[in-house]
């Protein structure tokens, strides 16, 4: 097995994506969710290739990711659109990974086409990889993770459990083949726990009476997990007698004695699953803390903890399933061994045990085993290739013995496949018989009927692969199995997945068994033509254990999308080449009476291949082939086959013969031959017909027997459940019996309390007759007292109202009389005021009035003023302050950039000096090279001119030369002496260094001279 630990890492690297629209507005999220837990990448840009480069990683152990393997939880990962204003998010679309397809063996990165994308112009597409990473976290040892023991240490011993960890681990050392337990320099010794599953019983208690005990197709097999490794035991078909061999599971451990007891007290109990297909039917729990408690000398005999130990079914079935005795309790019997490992010689004894060692890693192109084979999907080949090879178990999925027997469970397949056909053949042989003989003596031989292929025809193979189904519609959730056919492919037998999948709302699940390949001869024009008129129909139907099978929708395969995908060039090992065309894409499922009606929603992958012409000529067609091509099977060889044979052709002399006997001619014997053969092959085929007819009937007899035992299982444990109804039936009649007699008593207490509540009534209506008579006398006295009484009260009313009219007529009239006097009296006030307005004294004093209103005015407007004249002043002086510190800062910002400018300015000049002086000198040397030249001409015309008497003139040159060159010389210092002294240029400049080059070259020139 491969390299485990308790935790893992479920890494998904979001690479990159493409075919994305640009949108500077908006941003690029990627959410993944998985088990619950929501996970996001950082937004990128909305362009054409998004950079994402996130990982994104959940923790789990290898338990719980096997469960979710089981459980086929996926990964869905969501692509948002995020606008940078609002912050709203879209969804663009979203992809489904699943979790089976995620191995340790790092993979390769692929590209993921968006589903449900809102781009339907462009497919974009995210660059995905997935990833199982061991969790490997280093932990710095710590005083408080450790405890002392209270035992005392050994003498000559290192005390190794007293700094043990509080919970100790099995690492697996895959290099040597064994788990380590605790600290690796003082834990040697050897170790070996094994599990044994031995046998079962009582099986058929765990499914309820409402299911069939087995289904065609249905394989059980017992489950558990033993230190990190996921072992199945081999499958079996029937629950009532369970036929599968007990199957030893081994590690080898490397610790010591106290250590290893101290790691199996600490560890968790062992979970037995009894599992069919991905379901669990029930469990149970092995304790390992038992072997620490058994007190045994591992050196001499092995702690041994075995037993029938009850399955208990998961919560889910509980409700269902009623309660059983102790005598039907569905038990297995499972034995845990612990033993000291022997020397070499004895673990070769046992080396024939099924032990789990960690194995090479394989590729992860090998299917997992995970996936058993329920029922074969029709894959076609063509004539001349070979049958695959059986599947290899990958990396730590199951054990070596599950191994072989999936293998031989493959070989039984094809053994069987090939013994029905060779009961198939003596079917035939009637027809070839009857051929034989009505050829008579002719030498045409009989053989199958053939189809010719044209040369141009093409052998074409094509595959289509059901992905997924989800987006369900509907109200109630459905055992989805899907199924077509299509005739131009040459199988008219329909193709269906199995086993059936539940679907519910809001869910996608993967298909199995749904991967179909057809090999087939045609025209490309043909082709073309079918593929573009007749689509491949899909029909989904629900599979009812109770009732029939139900028509859920149908989903149309356009083929002709496939013809315009684009091609990709092959080269096979062979070297010879082909064309493949592939197709993704998510269709509609609707309804057959309302196609405008979705049901839901179907992923699938359609590939086509163009293998080239067509090699064969003639196909032979068999009836039993279902229109497949296949190579024509020889006829049985029996030793009467070979006796008729064409008569004899060899020349015969001309002259006259002697005339022959009737029955010693070639056509007589020939014709005797023909029908002793016949009668032979007639006895040939009762022979097999008897023999067939055995084969079913032993069949048949061996059905009934099983079909007997489920029936006996069935009925016994209808008789179970009929007994506890029964019991729960006693126990309800009594009940109710003692309901009916407290009903009883209650009737009876309740007449009673009627009678006597009847008897109150009665005499409480008599009181109320006698006090109702004497209240209506009492009533008749009172009305009369208040009659009078009333009559006295309106008397004297009415006389206050008199004496109240009285004084209000007095009132009136005082009213009237004093609104005369009112009247008057405004009269006199009206003519003493125009007297008093007439006098000075009054308009003075309302003058006065006015005067002293203004003046309040006026110094409440000075008062104003004022404060707004020092609210000014304040502003003012404030504004003088800042536009000081103002001028101070532009003065000292115009002095830096005066300063700036003259240093820019000095810069300038420096620089424009030393390009004068550049130019200057560049004119000296031009000059002094017309001069060197002049020289040079004067001096070789007047060596031509006097070359008879060179010792006249002869001293006279190179005075003179010297002079110039010490002119030159001093010429030249000077010049960079004036260059340095400017500060601009230093003597790694270039023209510092050609001036040191020329002062050189004439320093060596006088030097010469």
Request: proline share 7%; net charge negative.
């Amino acid at each position: 097995m491969a390299s485990k630990t308790d935790q893992l890492l479920i890494v998904v690297s979001i690479l990159e994506g493409r075919h994305f629209p640009k949108s500077p507005q908006l941003s690029l999220v990627v959410q993944a969710s998985f088990d619950g837990e929501q996970l996001a990448t950082d937004p990128v840009q909305h362009r054409d290739q998004p950079q994402f480069n996130t990982e994104l990683a959940w923790e789990l152990d290898r338990r719980t990711l096997h469960q979710h393997r089981l459980q086929r939880t996926p990964i869905k990962l969501q692509c948002f659109a995020v606008d940078s204003v609002s912050k709203r998010k879209e969804n663009v679309g979203y992809i489904v990974l699943d979790l089976r397809s995620v191995q340790e063996v790092k993979q390769e990165p692929r590209w993921y086409p968006l589903l449900s994308s809102k781009y339907t112009k462009q497919r974009p597409a995210l660059l995905l990889s997935m990833g199982l990473e061991n969790d490997t976290k280093p932990s710095e040892p710590s005083p408080d993770r450790f405890k002392a023991r209270k035992a005392p240490p050994r003498q000559g011993s290192p005390a190794v459990t007293d700094l043990l960890p509080d919970n100790l681990e099995a690492v697996l050392i895959s290099e040597k083949g064994y788990h380590q337990v605790g600290p690796a320099d003082h834990c040697c010794d050897m170790f070996v726990l094994s599990v044994t599953v031995a046998f079962a019983t009582k099986l058929e208690q765990l499914i309820p009476s409402t299911m069939k005990l087995s289904a065609e197709g249905s394989e059980f097999f017992f489950y558990y997990s033993l230190l990190g490794n996921d072992i199945t035991s081999e499958p079996f078909h029937n629950l009532l007698s369970p036929d599968f061999e007990p199957e030893r599971a081994s590690v080898r451990i490397r610790s010591s004695k106290q250590i290893l007891q101290t790691f199996l007290s600490q560890s968790p109990s062992l979970q037995i699953h009894l599992c069919c297909g991905n379901h669990s039917l029930g469990s149970t729990d092995v304790s390992l803390a038992a072997l620490s408690a058994v007190s045994m000398d591992l050196e001499n005999k092995a702690a041994t903890v075995e037993g029938a130990f009850v399955l208990q079914p998961p919560k889910r079935n509980k409700q269902t399933l009623p309660a059983l005795p102790a005598d039907l309790q569905p038990t297995v019997g499972v034995a845990v061994t612990l033993r000291k490992e022997e020397s070499l010689g004895t673990k070769e004894g046992y080396g024939a045990q099924a032990q789990f060692y960690p194995p090479l890693p394989t590729p992860p192109s090998i299917p997992p085993v995970e996936q058993r084979p329920r029922s074969s999907s029709p894959v076609r080949k063509p004539p001349d290739s070979s049958p695959p090879g059986p599947p290899l178990p990958p990396p730590s999925s199951h054990t070596e013995s599950e191994a072989e027997s999936l293998l031989e469970e493959l070989q039984r397949g094809t053994e069987q496949a090939g013994l029905a056909a060779d009961l198939e053949v003596p079917v035939q042989q009637p027809g070839l018989t009857e051929a034989t003989v009505e050829g008579g003596a002719s030498s045409v031989s009989v053989s199958a009927p053939k189809v010719s292929i044209p040369s141009s025809a093409h052998h074409f193979c094509f595959s289509l692969d059901l992905r997924s189904l989800g987006g369900l519609r509907l109200t109630h959730s459905i055992a989805a199995t899907l199924r077509y056919a299509y005739q131009f492919f040459g199988s008219p037998a329909p193709i269906m997945t199995n086993p059936p999948v539940e679907l519910q709302r809001n869910m996608e699940v993967s298909l199995p068994q749904s991967y179909c390949a057809f090999d087939f001869a045609a025209l490309p024009q043909q082709l073309q033509d079918t593929f573009s008129r007749v689509p491949l129909v899909v029909e989904i139907w629900h599979r009812d254990s109770t009732s029939k099978d139900q028509l859920v929708g149908r989903a149309s395969i356009q083929l002709s999308h496939l013809l315009s995908a684009e091609r990709s060039r092959l080269v096979a090992s062979t070297g010879e080449q082909s064309w493949r065309q592939t197709h993704q894409d998510r269709i509609s499922v609707v309804r057959t009476h309302r196609p405008s009606e979705k049901v839901a929603e179907l992923s699938y992958v359609a590939t086509l291949e163009d293998l080239g012409l067509v090699k064969a000529r003639e196909v032979i067609v068999s009836d039993s082939s279902q229109n497949e091509p296949v190579v024509p099977a020889p006829l049985p060889s029996h030793p009467a086959a070979h006796r008729p044979a064409a008569p004899s052709l060899n020349p015969t002399p001309l002259g006259p013969t002697a005339p022959t006997a009737p029955r010693e001619t070639l056509e007589y014997r020939t014709a005797l031959e023909l029908e002793m053969w016949k009668e032979e092959q007639e006895d040939l085929f009762d022979d097999q017909l008897r023999k067939k007819e055995l084969s079913h009937m032993q069949a048949l007899a061996e059905e009934w027997k099983k079909r007997d035992r489920e029936r006996e299982a069935l009925v016994k444990k209808k008789e179970v459940e009929y007994n506890v109804l029964e019991e729960q039936l006693q126990k309800t009649l009594s009940a109710l019996e003692k309901r009916e007699k407290q009903l009883a008593e209650a009737e009876l207490e309740t007449q009673r309390l009627q009678r006597e509540l009847r008897a109150e009534h009665d005499l409480t209506q008599k009181e109320l007759r006698t006090e109702h008579d004497l209240t209506q006398r009492e009533l008749q006295e009172s009305s009369r007292r208040l009659q009078q009484e009333c009559d006295h009260r309106v008397a004297l009313e009415r006389d206050k109202v008199r004496l109240m009219e009285e004084e209000r007529a007095r009132l009136l009239q005082q009213i009237v009389d004093g609104e005369s006097r009112y009247k008057q009296l405004e009269k006199e006030f009206q003519l003493y005021r125009e007297q008093q307005n007439i006098r000075p004294e009054f308009r003075l004093q309302s003058e006065i009035n006015l005067l002293t209103l203004e003046k309040v005015e006026l110094e409440r407007k000075l008062e104003s003023t004022t404060k707004s004249k020092l609210h000014y002043k304040q502003q003012w002086g404030r504004t003088l302050k800042e536009l000081a510190r103002f001028k101070q800062r532009e003065q000292e910002n115009a002095m830096t950039r005066l300063k700036k400018q003259q240093a820019e300015l000095e810069a300038m000049r420096l620089r424009y000096l030393a390009t004068e002086q550049k130019e200057m000198v560049q004119q000296d040397r031009q000059e002094l090279d017309d001069i060197r030249n002049e020289l040079n001409r004067l001096k070789q015309q007047e060596e031509d001119r006097l070359g008879p008497t060179p010792s006249l003139s002869g001293p006279a040159p190179p005075h003179s030369v010297n002079e110039s060159a010490d002119e030159h010389l001093a010429r030249l210092l000077e010049e960079r002496d004036t260059l340095l002294r400017t500060g601009v240029y230093t003597h790694d400049d270039r023209i510092i260094a050609e001036l040191n080059r020329q002062i050189q070259d004439a320093m060596r020139d006088r030097g010469n001279l």
